[in-house]
């Protein structure tokens, strides 16, 4: 017990509910796209979290709520998460939630390739292995006959690319912003983006009739990233990592609780081998962490 009382245990305990908000998100979006709007939920989601944020956050912030160094950089950090989330709204039409979040819980790695290109990062041969091997697994998921192949699953493949983008932008750029303004403009840009977009398939009765599913949406989306925003506050990347993975679980769980959906046998190896690259990963960071700062102590 003494272990959840430190600073590391509470960024555990936060980011084990941020990823069960985001499995929670990703269920009740794939019920609610057959009753509401894809554009009119996705404008919502954006827009609770502006309100909310701002309602939390400028009676503590007051104006530093909206100073920001890098205006280029909130404002295309917005756009790559709404095309993120979008992938993730209409890809959840199609694609069952435990498989669905298996394939996008790819994107650490995938941020770690594009790094690799455009930031000129070192990657070591152990990291590409654990990449290839997380390939094997969305392969073994997607396969041809599977449960989930069908041209739906380009939803998650340009969200794995955009999601790496927005986790390199966001590499590059950290400890520069305020997290919490950064969380207010994330869902200011995305509703501003979304507003004239959604004009097209407004329906008002839709929001009157089913507003309970707009506010769920809109609640776990702001609540999971705050969660994260809270987690990171108090532990760092390498110790938290791993345990985003239970998104995985946590996803797969409701799907079968809430749609008695349930992989076949060759998807569950294809979810657990990509689990594993990614903590693998994860713990490969810790480790050339404490290695880099025990030569930077020896020095």
Same mark, same amino acid.
């Given at each position: 017990m003494a272990f959840w009382r430190t600073q590391h245990g509470a960024? %555990?305990?936060l980011i084990v509910l941020a990823t069960l908000a985001f499995a929670l998100l990703d269920t009740a979006t794939k019920y609610a796209v057959t009753l509401v709007p894809v554009l009119m939920l996705l404008w919502f989601r954006y827009a609770f979290q502006a309100v909310l944020t701002f309602a939390?956050?400028?009676?503590?912030?007051?104006?530093?709520?909206?100073?920001?160094?890098? &205006?280029?950089f909130q404002t295309l950090r917005g756009v790559l998460l709404l095309?993120?989330?979008?992938?993730?709204?209409?890809?959840?039409?199609y694609l069952p939630v435990g498989e669905f979040t298996a394939m996008v819980m790819l994107s650490p790695l995938v941020a770690t390739a594009m790094a690799a290109w455009v930031l000129k990062d070192h990657v070591s041969p152990r990291r590409w292995m654990l990449m290839a091997a997380g390939l094997v697994g969305v392969l073994l998921v997607v396969r041809p006959g599977g449960q989930v192949f069908s041209w739906a699953l380009l939803f998650p493949v340009l969200l794995v690319v955009s999601y790496g983008w927005f986790q390199v932008l966001t590499s590059r750029l950290s400890g520069e912003e305020n997290p919490y303004t950064t969380h207010f403009y994330t869902g200011l840009v995305g509703a501003v983006v979304m507003s004239p977009i959604v004009v097209f398939s407004w329906r008002s009765t839709a929001l009157l009739d089913y507003? &309970?599913?707009?506010?769920? %949406?809109?609640?776990l989306g702001t609540f999971g990233h705050l969660m994260l925003i809270r987690a990171y506050a108090r532990a760092s990347a390498p110790v938290l990592t791993p345990y985003l993975y239970t998104q995985i679980a946590f996803a797969t769980l409701a799907g079968w609780l809430a749609f008695e959906h349930v992989p076949d046998a060759l998807a569950w190896i294809?979810?657990?081998i990509i689990a594993a690259?990614?903590?693998g990963n994860a713990l490969l960071s810790a480790h050339e962490l404490t290695k880099l700062r025990r030569t930077a102590t020896a020095a």
């Open positions: 960024g %555990v305990a939390l956050r400028f009676p503590v912030q007051r104006r530093s709520l909206f100073s920001t160094p890098n &205006p280029r095309i993120t989330s979008a992938c993730s709204f209409f890809g959840l039409r507003w &309970p599913w707009f506010v769920l %949406v809109g609640f294809g979810i657990a690259s990614g903590v």
